[in-house]
């Protein structure tokens, strides 16, 4: 398995550029996650899906953070306009299970994103 | 709302002593905890969980205890190796989010 794959592995933008964030998921997995980690806050859950609707969106900073999940097997997350304190890495995670039954989460790389 | 929390943001060990990484909760209701690993420029990885039927589970040199009176849960690293320098979390299945976590920094 190929695991959760993200992309961009880096980006770089200037303030103001939209930037969008890529996942796929594990397959099979029906619940899918966005976090960022910064040093001041930690590792921070932004939103997550279960079988393709967003369950719990709390975590999103502001309106210009929006998230999608077309099908199972794919989501982006999209920053528009960018700021210079969006800068953090960005992880997607998917697991089995949803809800408040939060089985272990499966994590990919990290999107590091620069917003100059 | 359900706080998950590591005890001591960083803890340094020498290399072969054993470590132990300290988390407290505060749901009773908390069914099912979990331990993850971030190494440097990678996404944090499982390392171990335990259900709360469970006082005790162990792994390859790892440990966790789960102390559901207290509502406290520990990992525990034998013979610390430089591997093990990493930044450790912990979750349960209502916590979502992990915070700081904890960095160990191994020694030689």
């Known amino acids: 398995d190929a695991g959760v794959i993200q992309s961009p592995r880096h980006e770089v933008t200037e303030m103001g550029q939209e930037v969008t964030l890529r996942c796929k998921p594990i397959?099979?997995?029906?619940?899918l996650f966005w976090y960022r980690q910064t040093m001041m806050r930690g590792l921070e859950l932004l939103i997550y899906?279960?079988?393709?609707?967003?369950?719990?969106d709390s975590g999103m900073p502001e309106d210009r953070f929006s998230a999608k999940m077309p099908n199972a097997s794919f989501s982006t997350l999209k920053i528009q306009p960018s700021e210079p304190r969006d800068s953090a890495v960005y992880f997607c995670?998917?697991?089995?299970?949803?809800?408040?039954?939060?089985?272990?989460?499966?994590f990919g790389s990290g999107t590091q994103l620069s917003v100059l | 709302g359900e706080s998950v929390g590591l005890h001591l943001p960083t803890l340094s060990v020498q290399e072969g002593d054993n470590s132990i990484i300290n988390c407290a909760y505060s749901n009773s209701a908390s069914d099912y905890f979990i331990w993850y690993k971030q190494e440097s420029g990678k996404g944090p990885q499982f390392i171990i969980d335990?259900?709360?039927?469970?006082d005790k589970r162990q792994g390859q040199r790892v440990t966790v205890l789960l102390n559901k009176t207290v509502k406290h849960l520990s990992l525990q690293i034998a013979a610390t190796q430089p591997g093990d320098s990493a930044v450790y979390f912990c979750a349960n299945d209502y916590k979502l989010s992990f915070g700081a976590g904890t960095t160990v920094t191994v020694r030689a």
């Open positions: 899906f279960n079988n393709n609707v967003p369950i719990d």
């Open positions: 397959s099979g997995h029906n619940s």
């Open positions: 335990i259900r709360s039927n469970m």
């Open positions: 995670a998917s697991s089995l299970a949803g809800g408040k039954a939060n089985e272990k989460l499966f």
